[in-house]
């Protein structure tokens, strides 16, 4: 009989209008061989609404899915519980669900997706304390990359052996299939830019735009910009102010068979954040043979070469993006070397059933452990 795993994620309905890496994330490894090993009970805790809703309408929706947490560990007994988790109020949701687990000597594995989660924690000791407490509930920390598991073994008192490295498994088969067919470099083409998230200050959208706009003067290119969020009539008036149309086109959120048809299109994916954990869009670049150029922060520079599989830029540096953007639009050869080395990088490391076949060894062998200590 398959042991059953609960699992509290971003599982929102086909019509949610709720995007991001975490939701992708918990779509794809479902979609995998990991459903094979697994019985699984999902519990969605997507957010509901983008900007999130107030304190007290989120308090209720954590509350409610507390409730259904609780229940689900009664009524399905799982054999080991997976939640993700996002920064700040998650954290101690997902901690406060994380012990109850505990409690009933059931394996608990915590993958933290927060971007700036280390940083905040160092800055703040309050804070610190309160976010070792909550994850201290789990009995295993899943890690991103080299930083994260070194906060879970020198912060959060994990041991190596609990806290494994597991990437990001957003190499698709798909994205691979772009990338493995994308043909080369062809000279006087106009070359295509992507940015792909959330438009927000914080990721870096108005240095991306200051810094093209001077380009622009130079070069000949097209920036996509797909996504939504709160900076994005300030963008469009940007564009607009700097007579940029022609420069800058904006699609909005995009997913599926649309999503695939911009990655195979673009040449370069541009994501200048102020904070990230390891995001899953340059991870897609990469598979779809994209030349990535992203900011230095979280656990990209842990994982990611500079100049070899991306370009690393410092968040914040619209000087650090011309020079970036520079270097390849100057060198066909270059832009080929690092969407190649990215594409070699994203198929040996971060595809999706090798990701699946770490995440259920992992798993299994805390279920075994377990059992064992019962017998």
């Known amino acids: 009989m398959k042991p059953k795993l609960l699992i509290v994620g971003s599982f929102p309905t086909g019509n949610s209008k709720i995007y991001g890496g975490i939701a992708t994330t ?3 490894l479902v979609s995998s061989s990991f459903k094979e090993s697994f019985k699984l009970v999902l519990i969605d805790s997507t957010q509901r609404s983008n900007p999130p809703p107030r304190i007290f309408v989120r308090s209720l929706f954590a509350f409610r899915r507390f409730l259904r947490f609780s229940l689900s560990l009664f009524w399905h007994r799982p054999d080991a519980v997976l939640l993700f988790a996002a920064d700040g109020a998650s954290i101690l949701e997902k901690g406060t669900m ?20 280390i940083d905040s924690v160092s800055a703040s000791r309050p804070r610190r304390v309160c976010v070792k407490i909550a994850m201290r509930g789990a009995t295993h920390i899943l890690c991103q990359g080299a930083s994260w598991q070194r906060f879970a073994t020198n912060v959060l008192d994990f041991h190596v052996s609990k806290s494994p490295i597991i990437f990001n498994w957003s190499a698709t088969n798909e994205l691979l299939d772009i990338g493995g067919s994308r043909t080369e470099y062809i000279p006087g083409h106009r070359p295509q830019l992507l940015f792909l998230g959330w438009l927000e200050k914080e990721k870096g959208i108005f240095e991306l735009l200051h810094a093209l706009l001077i380009l622009s003067k130079r070069y000949c290119f097209i920036l996509t910009i797909a996504g939504r969020g709160h900076a994005e009539m300030e963008a469009r008036d940007f564009v607009k102010d700097n007579n940029m149309e022609g420069v800058v086109k904006f699609v909005g959120w995009v997913e599926g068979a649309e999503k695939n048809a911009l990655m195979s299109k673009a040449d370069i994916l541009v994501l200048p954040s102020w904070a990230e954990g390891f995001p899953n869009v340059i991870i897609e670049a990469m598979a779809s043979k994209i030349a990535v150029i992203v900011s230095r922060v979280g656990t990209v520079p842990d994982i990611v070469v500079d100049k ?18 520079t270097t390849l639009l100057d060198s066909p050869a270059v832009l080929r070397s690092i969407a190649s080395n990215g594409y070699d990088f994203a198929r040996n490391n971060f595809s999706v059933e090798m990701g699946a076949k770490k995440m259920t060894l992992v798993i299994q062998r805390a279920i075994e452990e377990v059992k064992s200590k019962k017998s």
């Open 26 to 28: 918990c779509k794809t």
């Open 98 to 117: 994380a012990w109850l687990a505990k409690t009933l000597m059931i394996p608990v594995f915590l993958f933290p997706r927060a971007a700036g989660l």
């Open 308 to 325: 070899q599989q991306a370009l690393l830029v410092a968040p914040k540096s619209i000087e650090d993006l011309m020079l970036a953007f």
